[in-house]
């Protein structure tokens, strides 16, 4: 189901101050840890996947990603760092962001108060996210998981989304692979536990991203607004 997406408090704000969006592709890298940081992205649309290393021979590990009306790139900024503590790069669907610099974003803080309440709304929601990923990797059921996280991203998508009134045929914007990462599971687990939802009809796989076909069996009853 293709939907239109809400044009966020964010997105007016900034455009009126000449910060115009722009389009990432799939799988581009904004920045990598250790480089040096020069500025920030606010996100539009779809999502970037925040990375880091453990050492230079470890494989990355999936820490946030960041969705639409979210900032990545800030951490330097408040820390007074003169690099990136991770990796930036969108995920599996092309995406909208608006990219500010640091002297910029350090303006429109210290001249707009309700700049500095957006954000700080921004950040909770984010440590909300957070808290509520931990609180599922505490569980032993893994098949719960899969749908807590299948649920979560479906209610989230929605809400951003203003002529969305249903779950029906919602296709997800992130992939198995990453909601898998997301979860703490494998790829071939995470479909596995899908496997049981398609065969009732209640989840289809398109292009590698989860459809909700019936969303009521899946706890989706309402769009909350």
Known sequence: METKRHRSEWEVFLADKNHLPISLNRGQVLFSENE?????????EHHVNITIR????SRST???TAGPDQWIGITAFFQDLSRYMYTAQVGSLDCKA???NYE???SLLEDHHAFKVALTKSLCNRLSFMEMRYAQM???DFGLRVLNMLSYFA?????LREDAQTYVNLKIDYSIE???LLTGVSPSFFQRSLSQYIQKGWVAIEDGHPVIISPAPLGLVEVDR
């Open 104 to 106: 910029d974003f350090k």
């Open 36 to 44: 040096t940081a020069s500025g920030c992205y606010l996100i539009l």
């Open 98 to 100: 608006i990219y500010l």
């Open 178 to 180: 990453e909601l898998a």
């Open 138 to 140: 505490q569980s032993s």
């Open 54 to 57: 453990e050492s230079l021979s």
């Open 62 to 64: 999936l820490l946030w």
């Open 155 to 159: 209610r989230a998508q929605v809400k």
